[in-house]
């Protein structure tokens, strides 16, 4: 099926936005690296910005009460929003705009993609308790640095498993 007119123009405008800066980092980057850095760290960004807002505003920084004995903390709880809406989001612009010569079918892509976020799911969750739970680290401060560590295992696996053409 045929992209949307509407959609290949916002998605040229977007590459030739990210591509623009591309020249001041050519020397140490290949063009899809950078891509995938200007992508995932705006979507990054979204997400530390929407745990922030979760764990400070919309959770109020309480315990959630599923029932008397299921508890989520709140910096689990805001972990949980922020994916909400930097997954599907994160997904869309990773096979549209960084990988889009990849020649696996997207539902293979999708399910790919999913394996790789519930690792990283795993993985933010253990930092998360350990740094703010045993070493007793703000929690935003915590998730930014559990995000870093995450970013650099996410994109050796989206490179070179989900997307890999």
Known sequence: MPEPIKYIKTKT???????????????????????????????TLLDIFLYFISYNF????????????????????AFIIAFLVT???????????????SVIRGRVQLVRYFSVAMLNI?????????????????PTLSK???TGIVIIVSYLLQRFFTFKS
């Open 13 to 43: 405008f977007v590459l030739n936005t990210i591509d623009w800066f591309y020249p001041l980092f050519r020397p140490i980057l290949d063009l899809q690296t950078f891509r995938y850095l200007a992508v995932g760290g705006s979507n």
């Open 58 to 77: 919309i959770i109020d920084k309480q315990v959630i009460y599923l029932s008397s004995q299921v508890a989520i903390s709140p910096h689990i709880a």
């Open 87 to 101: 997954f599907p989001l994160g997904f869309m612009l990773m096979r549209g705009l960084v990988f889009p010569e």
């Open 122 to 138: 795993v993985l933010n969750y253990v930092l998360l308790r350990v740094l703010v739970e045993q070493f007793h680290f703000f």
């Open 144 to 146: 930014i640095i559990t």
